[in-house]
């Protein structure tokens, strides 16, 4: 049986806090994100999100002295997850090997949710692009088999106005070679050439892949810190219903050097966990 390429689609986001999520959830509490209570992860991990309309942010760690998921502890903080949404990770892994695509076999787990009273296990299956492919972070898969524990209303509501990821910002020394992968990933005519690098056209976001210096001039001194890599998840855009909500929440929050620029507030990598956010409308 022939799969077809998966359709890009943005499932979430995962901000990397390595063995610091008590830090990183008040960061983003500042940030004005109303966070998901803390899961635990039945492979080791554990989490909390900040849920939009149809995708969210991750923010993941282990526990301090934990040797589980060793990955965590390797990457630096910062944005270090891009996860697409598919209905059928199994079938998502067939079709990216079957067309070059070096893939990591389906893992399932789960993480305890209290829904109603009750709690219930939310349960997903992954698919991961093999590490050795890009040094920029995790790309991978999720099927959701639980979405009724994710999704809810109740935590969708940010005191900063955020209702959905915009994009995400790789630099690459060679966005060509990043942009290679995930054209065999999506198909040539998901990927697109820009003025610093490309694009690759997920739903209704886009990561954006440009170069050291492209990423300089869009964010200057509140770009987020290279650390010696060739390639790295840099930053979000982020759409508000309302960039005086933005900045309301993010002057109660202590949260310094952010700066308004015409339609957009920009706050530096070193107030978000070593990633450049950028709120938009």
């Not at 990216?96 to 076999?105: H, I, K, N, R, S």
């Not at 790789?170 to 990927?191: C, H, K, Q, Y």
Request: some cysteine.
């Amino acid at each position: 049986m022939t799969h077809a390429l998966p359709m890009p689609t943005l499932d979430h986001v995962v901000i990397n806090a390595r063995d610091r999520l008590d830090q990183a959830a008040d960061t983003y509490a500042r940030l004005g994100f109303s966070l998901t209570p803390r899961g635990h992860h039945s492979l080791g991990s554990m989490n909390h999100l900040a849920m939009f309309g149809t995708d969210y942010l991750e923010l993941i760690a282990i526990p301090p002295g934990s040797s589980a998921r060793p990955e965590i502890m390797a990457a630096p903080l910062g944005l270090n997850g891009l996860v697409f949404g598919t209905e059928d990770a199994s079938a998502t892994h067939q079709a990216l090997c079957a067309a070059g695509v070096a893939m990591d076999p389906p893992q399932s787990f789960s993480r305890p949710v209290e829904a109603g009273g009750q709690t219930a296990n939310a349960a997903f299956t992954t698919t991961h692009l093999a590490r050795a492919t890009t040094e920029a972070g995790r790309v991978y898969f999720c099927q959701h088999q639980t979405r009724h524990l994710v999704w809810r209303d109740e935590w969708r509501h940010h005191a900063n106005g955020a209702v959905g990821i915009v994009r995400a910002v790789i630099s690459a020394e060679n966005p060509d070679l990043l942009g290679a992968v995930f054209r065999r990933m999506f198909g040539a005519t998901a990927v697109r050439e820009t003025e610093d690098g490309c694009a690759v056209i997920v739903g209704l976001s886009s990561i954006d892949i440009v170069t050291p210096g492209a990423l300089w001039e869009m964010y200057g001194t509140a770009g987020a810190e290279s650390r010696g890599r060739r390639e790295f998840m840099a930053a979000l855009t982020l759409r508000t219903r309302s960039l005086d909500a933005t900045e309301c929440a993010l002057q109660a929050g202590g949260i310094k050097g952010a700066e308004r620029i015409g339609a957009s507030i920009l706050v530096p990598a070193n107030q978000a966990m070593g990633t450049t956010l950028e709120f938009t409308i």
